[in-house]
């Protein structure tokens, strides 16, 4: 499909020139030109051929992918009476990593069969060496047999871990639908949501479906597999936190047949135009450790708040804490990992660093936006694990040979709409203080505080950027990611180079805050085993019940607030009770009144002691913005 007359508008509202589809950069003004593909959802979607133009905006790439080709403006919003129909995208986007998210609507009109048609971002597409050459990335079932035996068990592993979120939504029939189920290199991502019809699949329908992949498995797994399903479709496995930790045995030992060295490197400036850097990092700055030969690699990036002093002071106070706190967490051996627990305490540490920055800024009377503060991600890589740890809207983004991808969603006000289903992330852009942050350390106790804490499976080479929004802003990272940071797996570029590469891109483009970032480079090497991998699946399944931190939700979905419901006899019951103390106190007050009139005036009666009636109030939190920084 070629269509020259085509052009693509500047993204910059006060420019608008139309640049030709295969140009990265505005002729006019030099703003990045980015390529947004959506999937249009819908059976009876049928658009005219490829090349043509919906609603003058929207290019027909085929069938189903569309281009938006002026990126600038606002797309067409649902009516607020129609979120609910879409409200399962938006309160999952904690896992937009797996699930893509809704962009915006498409209105046909013309007496089309279905005249509004949802259009989804970040979908499974594969842009090839064509502007227009873009098709979807392969089917789970396509991928299988290709597959090594750790990325066929990580793949099922990763659909393990959606599986409630997708139930409290009521979508997950969607992770028994072949066709929507596609895999991105690692990463197993979905084409679109499945809403669930009047029952609720079953883990035995999941155990049933996953047999069918059995098939083609690597021999030195089918049995593992085999054990899997069998216990799913009788019940055995009766819980997906259950079935994650199964999961977590077999690759745990297939993960002793691969071979990992893991680099950090952290760099930190203070730009062109701030006097001072409030920004820190873990290691120091300019540093580089390899694992091994050190036992110990955790990266930390922090973000400072708080003007003047207040904001170096409250993230190297972030640092220093958390840094002694993982010191005590990291495990001795592989076979002491327990990634529950691990999550919790990185969630602990995070926790007491924020109650020391909050107990500096109570001892020095410091309120409201005075308060200095500080947002904090980290990884902490362990084996074949990464952890991730955030607070604010310092980020984390994932580079494989195959995409880079942000992990983390930022603790700002556009987010937490989305998350409650109010509105499109797009939408919530363009409100009033949409970046403003609703929580970062130090702005009060850790009773009130939710770090975000994740887990990923590293089972190829990659790339972890951690960064603060000196790099991050105007999506500087999703602009060089490809360009950049995965010239460290493809070309085998030094780390170092790569970070300050960075710094620089940051600096010129960006220009407006402290930047810091710090690199994590996974070198994996996996000789597939000849031996077929044990697991005592009852030891673990038994192991999963007793332990007290099995359901520890990483990142949670923000589900409506539950009503209680009482029993309709209840209140004819406080009606009974109601009449009969009315009809008590009516005798008793006139047996009082006999007694009174008979006493001499002389004589004081006793007050009866009222009763003090005791109104329960909510407790609701209600977020508030630290402000923009």
């Known amino acids: 499909m070629e269509n020259d007359a085509v052009t693509l508008c500047c993204p910059n509202i006060e420019c608008q020139f139309a640049n030709p589809l295969t140009h990265k950069f505005c002729q006019q003004c030099s703003t990045p030109l980015p390529k947004r593909y959506l999937w249009a959802v819908g059976d009876d979607f049928s658009p005219s051929h490829p090349g043509s133009i919906l609603a003058d905006r929207y290019l027909v790439i085929n069938k189903s992918i569309l281009l938006d080709i002026k990126p600038g403006l606002l797309p067409q919003?649902?009516?607020?009476?129609?979120?609910?129909?879409?409200?399962?995208?938006?309160?999952?986007?904690?896992?937009?990593?797996?699930?893509?998210?809704?962009?915006?609507?498409?209105?046909?009109?013309?007496?089309?069969?279905?005249?509004?048609?949802?259009?989804?971002?970040?979908?499974?597409?594969?842009?090839?060496?064509?502007?227009?050459?873009?098709?979807?990335?392969?089917?789970?079932?396509?991928?299988?047999?290709?597959?090594?035996?750790?990325?066929?068990?990580?793949?099922?592993?990763?659909?393990?871990?959606?599986?409630?979120?997708?139930?409290?939504?009521?979508?997950?029939?969607?992770?028994?639908?072949?066709?929507?189920?596609?895999?991105?290199?690692?990463?197993?991502?979905?084409?679109?949501?499945?809403?669930?019809?009047?029952?609720?699949?079953?883990?035995?329908?999941?155990?049933?479906?996953?047999?069918?992949?059995?098939?083609?498995?690597?021999?030195?797994?089918?049995?593992?597999?085999?054990?899997?399903?069998?216990?799913?479709?009788?019940?055995?496995?009766?819980?997906?936190?259950?079935?994650?930790?199964?999961?977590?045995?077999?690759?745990?030992?297939?993960?002793?047949?691969?071979?990992?060295?893991?680099?950090?490197?952290?760099?930190?400036?203070?730009?062109p135009v701030r006097p001072r850097n409030e920004d820190a990092c873990y290691p120091a700055s300019d540093t580089l450790i390899t694992k091994p030969p050190q036992d110990n690699a955790l990266a930390i990036v922090c973000d400072g708040i708080g003007g003047h002093d207040g904001g170096s002071v409250a993230s190297n106070l972030a640092i220093e804490t958390i840094v002694q706190e993982v010191k005590e967490l990291i495990p001795v051996t592989d076979d002491q990992i327990n990634p529950s627990v691990i999550l919790h305490k990185l969630e602990q540490a995070v926790a007491t660093a924020n109650d020391k920055i909050s107990q500096q800024n109570d001892s020095e009377n410091r309120q409201g936006r005075q308060r200095m503060g500080t947002t904090i991600v980290m990884a902490l890589p362990i084996a074949h694990e990464m952890y991730i740890t955030h607070v604010g809207d310092s980020r984390a983004y994932w580079i494989t040979r195959h995409s880079c991808h942000q992990v983390t969603l930022d603790d700002d006000v556009a987010s937490r709409e989305v998350r409650l289903g109010y509105a499109l992330y797009r939408e919530a852009l363009q409100h009033s203080g949409s970046g403003s942050l609703i929580q970062a350390l130090g702005m009060s106790k850790s009773s009130s505080l939710h770090p975000t804490s994740q887990r990923f499976i590293i089972d190829e080479d990659a790339v972890f950027l951690l960064t603060s929004d000196g790099l991050s802003d105007f999506d500087r990272v999703e602009e060089c990611g490809e360009a950049e940071i995965l010239l460290i797996i493809s070309e085998n570029k030094s780390i170092e180079n790569v970070g300050q590469r960075l710094i620089e891109i940051a600096n010129t483009k960006n220009g407006h805050d402290n930047v810091t970032i710090a690199l994590v480079h996974y070198d994996v090497k996996y000789s597939e085993p000849d031996l077929t991998i044990t697991v005592d699946i009852s030891q673990v399944l038994a192991d999963t019940e007793l332990d007290p931190l099995d359901d520890h939700q990483k990142t949670q979905v923000i589900t409506e607030n539950k009503t209680v419901k009482f029993s309709p006899l209840l209140p004819l019951l406080l009606v009974v009770i109601v009449g009969f103390g009315l009809i008590f106190g009516l005798l008793l007050a006139n047996k009082w009144k006999e007694q009174f009139k008979s006493q001499p005036p002389t004589t004081s009666s006793p007050t009866p002691s009222a009763s003090q009636a005791q109104t329960e109030e909510g407790t609701g939190k209600r977020e508030q913005g630290t402000g923009n920084r």
């Not at 029952?199 to 498995?217: I, R, V, Y």
């Not at 089918?222 to 055995?236: N, R």
């Open 77 to 271: 919003i649902p009516e607020l009476e129609d979120l609910g129909k879409i409200r399962p995208y938006l309160k999952l986007i904690p896992y937009r990593l797996h699930i893509p998210q809704v962009y915006g609507i498409l209105d046909l009109g013309n007496g089309q069969p279905q005249s509004e048609i949802l259009l989804l971002e970040r979908s499974p597409l594969l842009v090839d060496a064509g502007i227009t050459q873009v098709s979807l990335c392969s089917s789970l079932d396509d991928a299988w047999s290709e597959a090594s035996s750790i990325r066929q068990i990580h793949w099922l592993w990763q659909l393990a871990n959606l599986w409630q979120p997708l139930v409290s939504q009521g979508v997950v029939s969607t992770l028994l639908d072949p066709y929507v189920l596609r895999v991105e290199g690692v990463l197993v991502r979905l084409l679109e949501l499945r809403f669930d019809r009047q029952n609720t699949p079953t883990l035995s329908q999941l155990g049933a479906f996953w047999q069918e992949l059995l098939k083609s498995a690597k021999p030195n797994i089918a049995p593992f597999m085999q054990e899997v399903c069998k216990l799913l479709m009788e019940g055995e496995i009766k819980s997906s936190s259950g079935l994650i930790q199964v999961l977590d045995q077999g690759l745990k030992q297939l993960e002793r047949f691969q071979a990992t060295t893991i680099k950090i490197y952290t760099k930190t400036d203070s730009g």
